[in-house]
């Protein structure tokens, strides 16, 4: 069973940055597709980005489109999403998630699609 663990979260003006950490433990997630998904306070959770097995595509929720960038390291079992440019509408909790089908291709953005999940990090921007 793997278990995620993401840090990294905190309080940030608008405009800066900051990198989350996704860590695995528990089993090796270098097959897995692995996503990043949010949830603002009285919001759905909503995704944010996603990566395939080998980090060969890469997908983005428009609204994130060119300011975050999602990579993962294998050999480190770690999935990093960097964030830039940071604005209110950002503020949330962000959840890391696991894609069990190994080597899979398609990319799923619905939450409810993943097999595991964290227990989430909160990020603030200030504005």
């Known amino acids: 069973q793997v278990q995620l663990v993401e840090s990294g979260g905190g309080t940030v003006q608008g405009g800066g940055s900051l990198r989350l950490s996704c860590s695995a433990s528990g089993r090796t997630i270098g097959s897995d597709a692995m996503g990043w998904f949010r949830q603002a306070p009285g919001k759905e959770r909503e995704f944010v980005s996603a990566i395939t097995w080998s980090g060969g595509s890469v997908y983005y929720a428009d609204s994130v489109k060119g300011r975050f960038t999602i990579s993962r390291d294998n050999a480190k079992n770690t999935v990093y999403l960097q964030m830039n440019s940071l604005k209110a509408e950002d503020t949330a909790v962000y959840y890391c998630?696991?894609?069990?089908?190994?080597?899979?291709?398609?990319?799923?953005?619905?939450?409810?699609?993943?097999?595991?999940w964290g227990q989430g990090t909160q990020v603030t921007v200030a504005s």
């Open positions: 998630a696991g894609d069990r089908r190994p080597f899979a291709i398609a990319i799923r953005t619905v939450w409810e699609e993943y097999d595991y």
